[in-house]
């Protein structure tokens, strides 16, 4: 054990790679994204408790949280470990890097959080940024900003040197970063990587460009910007199976894969979230628990949840599942089908309903500018496996989509997109989605 005056958290490298220790005991970081690091307004929010206690039951022993006392508690009283977010502005939110006293402003709020939490016992590391290095497309970041965040790594640890601190980092322009930080960051004990469908990608480039060891912070089902498109330029969204067995391979074949290097992760989202869907990325969906849950569950514990969520097969409308080119006649009658079963033998129910494709603003970031598509009433007919439904009368971009029950907290879904044109055929100029 470990002595009053030891870190409370320590990084080792040892023979078979770095290991994390926690007061002196190994840990390895089984962890969800509980509270998003940009505190985005359309994240519905279940009750920490509730989450704690889903997340504690499926084995985890990790939340990446936000620098508040009240969540912190909730945590501790769980078991649940923090790595807190120190919530920073990037130059998407105007920050000049080259700007003393913006910066030094910044820092100081960060520093007043370091002082106010240091001591709390559920507390294991820092994060200074989550992908600070994210702008617009085609427009450089300021390479600056490695410097300003290792001056502030060097200040938090002269405050709180019992804590680790790390930035994080998204996948785009990814070797350059790792590289510069590298060099111009030699205060960061660790990294923090945000990845999905090139996860496997940056995991690797880390390993061989970065010295020391990486957690990996932001992870799950296939980018909205990573999948294949609709002729009009909507993403087309994996069932909430596919996200499942998309999650285990990632998990399988990158997490677990690193073992030298990687000091564990934490999946993105613990929550029921709004961006490009309301059901892309959220592993709850309208407060229920969904199979990427029960995935990550049967990794941690070694055995499946008592109950498991639905399986998703395929959702076909008129008899086809291909998503690519589904042009529709306003008012036109079709005929919509989920294929599901539940691996506990529970009856299912079903919702189907249609909503008007997410338009994405201008400046939009990880979906905080997004608002949810309302639901069109009267369109639906039926609430079994196979359902009917009305084409909307307006043109434009839609999706058909279709949640499954249990009636025990677990739920499937999947969607279908579909074009409404009043020729049947694609307009011109209607990539507006992209």
Not at 154 to 167: E, G, Q, R
Not at 326 to 333: D, E, N, R, W
Not at 345 to 356: A, C, F, Q
Request: charged share 25%; hydrophobic share 40%.
């Amino acid at each position: 054990m470990a002595s009053p005056s030891s870190p409370a958290v320590e990084i080792r490298e040892s023979a078979e790679g770095f290991i994390l220790l926690h007061h002196g005991e190994k840990i390895y970081l089984n962890g969800a994204a509980i509270d998003d690091a940009t505190a985005l307004p359309n994240v519905r929010q279940l009750d920490h408790a509730i989450r704690f206690d889903h997340l504690k039951r499926a084995g985890g022993n990790a939340a990446r949280l936000k620098a508040d006392k009240q969540v912190l508690d909730e945590a501790h009283k769980r078991g649940i470990a923090g790595v807190v977010d120190l919530i920073l502005e990037g130059e998407r939110d105007g920050m000049d890097w080259n700007n003393d006293a913006q910066v030094q402003a910044q820092a100081e709020r960060a520093l007043a959080l370091v002082r106010e939490l240091k001591d709390h016992p559920a507390l294991l590391m820092w994060i200074i940024g989550n992908e600070l290095d994210y702008i617009p497309p085609d427009e450089p970041y300021n390479p600056r900003i490695w410097e300003r965040l290792d001056e502030l790594a060097v200040a938090i640890k002269a405050i709180d040197p019992k804590h680790p601190v790390l930035t994080i980092v998204g996948s785009s322009q990814f070797e350059t970063k790792i590289k510069e930080i590298t060099e111009k960051a030699p205060h960061l004990d660790l990294l923090g990587l945000n990845g999905y469908g090139e996860l496997g990608k940056i995991a690797g480039l880390t390993h061989a460009h970065f010295p020391k060891p990486y957690i990996i912070t932001e992870w799950g089902p296939t980018g909205h910007w990573e999948v294949a498109r609709t002729t009009w330029g909507a993403p087309i969204e994996e069932t909430s199976s596919e996200k499942a067995a998309a999650i285990h391979a990632r998990y399988r074949d990158v997490v677990l894969a690193d073992k030298q290097r990687c000091l564990g992760s934490f999946l993105f989202y613990w929550a029921d979230k709004q961006e490009t869907t309301h059901t892309w990325y959220g592993l709850y969906c309208e407060d229920q628990m969904t199979e990427g849950m029960d995935t990550m569950a049967h990794f941690w514990t070694g055995q499946s949840p008592a109950n498991q969520a639905p399986r998703v097969k395929a959702l076909t409308v008129d008899g086809s599942t291909d998503k690519t080119n589904l042009v529709l006649k306003p008012g036109q009658a079709c005929e919509a089908a989920l294929a599901a079963s539940d691996p506990d033998g529970d009856t299912l129910t079903y919702t189907w309903d249609i909503r008007p494709e997410v338009v994405i603003p201008d400046g939009n970031y990880a979906g905080r500018k997004e608002k949810r598509s309302p639901i069109l009433e009267g369109l639906t007919k039926g609430n079994g496996a196979k359902a009917s439904f009305t084409v909307p009368e307006k043109e434009g971009a839609y999706r058909l989509f279709v949640t499954v029950r249990d009636g025990k907290g677990s739920i499937g879904y999947a969607n279908f997109p579909f074009y409404v044109s009043a020729t049947g055929e694609l307009p011109e100029a209607t990539k507006r989605y992209l």
